[in-house]
């Protein structure tokens, strides 16, 4: 008994540090920061580009709640999604490819107002996007094989008076990542993601300028 009574102070007194330890732990591994990436829009095009008269918004697009995310996705298989760690967009997916696709239509030189819907610019036309890829792929066959990133936007070019699609196509572009770092696999999410700003953009401008002017 008289053991007993001198190890059990001891006792508590472990007892009592380990949660402690355990929040201190966590508190620690939360505090490792986030690596954050950011894409770039495109600033070259078809010097043959028709010059627009209209005024063009580019809504959010829309997006599966895995890609709606500031996260950066990865799939393993073709039913499971999951996330870099520590490594995350500056923003929400869609919001990034909706400015870079605005700054985009600004550096091609053809438009002479382009902005977002939010802003209240009185459109003639409306660009629609629906993000239907935007991840990397782990390759099925082969797991050691360069993860792939594909990028594939829906666009549709809405007539904004008469609410009229007048055209409507799905871009894709596969990039190849370097390794699995986050740094290359952002890297291949530019390329990817540049190659489809680019010719979404292109062939919206020429969709608009074979339709004309806006039809009430």
Known sequence: M???????PVALMLLALLPGCTALSGLTAASIPNELYVL???STFDADLPRLRYQIAVQEPTATASVDTDQ???QP????VQYLPQARWVNRAPLIVQSLMIESFENSGRVPAVGSSAIGLR?????????REFQAIV?????DAPLEVDVR???????????????SRSFEEIALSASDSASDVALAFDLALGATLRD????????IAAYGAPRF
């Open 2 to 8: 008289k053991s007993f009574s001198k190890s059990w």
């Open 40 to 42: 770039t829009p495109k």
């Open 72 to 74: 950066i996705a990865v």
């Open 77 to 80: 298989t073709p039913l499971r």
């Open 123 to 131: 459109a003639d036309f409306l660009i629609v996007t629906d993000i």
């Open 139 to 143: 390759p099925p066959d082969n797991s």
């Open 153 to 167: 936007l829906n666009i549709k070019v809405v007539d904004a008076f008469s609410d009229r699609i007048i055209a």
């Open 200 to 207: 979404s953009v292109e062939w919206s401008i020429r969709e």
